[in-house]
């Protein structure tokens, strides 16, 4: 079992930044891909971003969507993955989650464990 606690989400202007971060319990994160998805309201859950296990060197992966504004990255010392978020959007408002798969993917049936997610809110 794996347990992920999602902290940062918060309200941002158009422009702005913010940076998430989701702590893992549980069993070796360093073996686990983890992801960042998305769902705004009425939308389905979206894939935003993933970072793969030391197994396949920390290899990253963007919805294009966020390609160049947000960055992906992992401290396996602290058991935490971030998603640090640029030049945020109105777009980008939504309830952000954090995931943890056992390979390298951007669909989120391939994640087996997930946090409560963090909002976030873009107002232009």
């Known amino acids: 079992q794996v347990q992920l606690v999602e902290s940062g989400g918060g309200l941002v202007q158009a422009g702005g930044s913010l940076r998430l971060s989701c702590a893992a319990s549980g069993r070796t994160f360093s073996d686990y891909a983890m992801g960042w998805f998305r769902q705004a309201p009425g939308k389905e859950r979206e894939f935003v971003a993933t970072?793969?296990?030391?197994?396949?060197?920390?290899?990253?992966n963007y919805a294009d969507s966020v390609k160049g504004r947000f960055t992906i990255s992992r401290d396996n010392a602290k058991n935490t993955v971030y998603l640090q978020m640029s030049s945020l959007k109105p777009e980008d408002t939504a309830v952000y989650y954090c995931?943890?798969?056992?390979?390298?993917?951007?669909?989120?049936?391939?994640?087996?464990?997930w946090g409560q997610g963090t909002q976030v809110t873009v107002s232009s």
């Open positions: 995931a943890a798969s056992i390979r390298l993917a951007v669909v989120a049936a391939a994640y087996n464990y």
């Open positions: 970072i793969s296990g030391t197994w396949n060197s920390g290899r990253t």
